[in-house]
């Protein structure tokens, strides 16, 4: 209780400039906090919404039937927005009767190039605001503790002896805004190298699974070439028996 009373003193006795700069760091790391808590919460639900769509769809389920269910989705998770963006071009495609598969390919994989850059952006967001904290908070800190030394060091000017019970206050201040400041950076800093990390492997199962997708989409448009090249040559051959 005594320590805890006498840093708020220390806090209370600080000049302006040392209070504002404390109250910055204060407003940071409360901003931070909520920022790793909201990350947390959707980082967690992106994963097991990733994995729980990975199961439905290698579990031979019809891909139309599966995009309906997707679209039914209030909150579609970042892989079945790449899902649907991916089959929406690939339906498109045929509907333009595209008979050539690379070309087929082509504008799927681009809508799912597309779908996937705007998931990153979303999975990264307010990320800068925690590495802004983790490295400029020291420094801000710091400036609080300098300028807080400064302080005193002008204040001793007016004393005839100077004596450590009259210097220790003062630099005891200072020094508050530096742990204010590193309580700020270094929870932010480990989050930020997490949730970077996180982030990186949803990316990588997204473009892994596009991959797949892509595979598996191509196979179809091979058939379905295979398919219209057998029905051209069975339609002339058509029309000459109906001639005789």
């Not at 940071?28 to 980082?43: D, E, F, G, K, Y």
């Not at 139309?64 to 790449?82: A, G, M, T």
């Not at 690379?102 to 967001?125: K, P």
């Not at 400041?181 to 990390?197: D, K, T």
Request: aromatic fraction near 8%.
């Amino acid at each position: 209780m005594n320590e805890s009373v006498s840093i708020i003193s220390l806090i209370a006795n600080a000049s302006i400039v040392v209070q504002l700069v404390m109250l910055m760091l204060l407003a940071a790391s409360v901003m931070s906090w909520i920022v790793i808590v909201q990350r947390t919460r959707l980082l967690s639900a992106s994963r097991e919404g990733m994995l729980e769509f990975e199961d439905r769809f290698w579990s031979g389920v019809d891909l139309n039937d599966l995009y309906r269910e997707c679209q039914k989705n209030p909150v579609p998770s970042n892989i079945e927005n790449v899902f649907m963006a991916g089959l929406k071009e690939f339906s498109k495609m045929r509907q333009q009767n595209t008979s050539d598969p690379d070309a087929v390919m082509a504008g799927v994989q681009r809508a799912m190039r597309i779908a996937i850059t705007r998931e990153s952006e979303a999975l990264d967001t307010h990320l800068p605001f925690l590495a802004t904290v983790g490295s400029t908070s020291p420094y801000v800190g710091l400036f609080g503790t300098v300028w807080g030394i400064m302080h005193s060091f002008q204040g001793l000017a007016s004393v005839k002896q100077a004596t450590i019970a009259t210097v220790a206050p003062g630099i005891s201040e200072a020094l508050v805004a530096t742990a204010m400041g590193l309580f700020a950076a270094i929870p932010a800093v480990i989050f930020y190298n997490r949730f970077a990390s996180r982030v990186d492997q949803q990316v990588t199962a997204m473009q892994t699974f596009a991959d797949e997708f892509s595979s598996l989409l191509y196979r179809q448009a091979l058939k379905m070439q295979q398919s219209a090249k057998t029905e051209a040559v069975k339609a002339p051959a058509a029309s000459k028996d109906t001639e005789r």
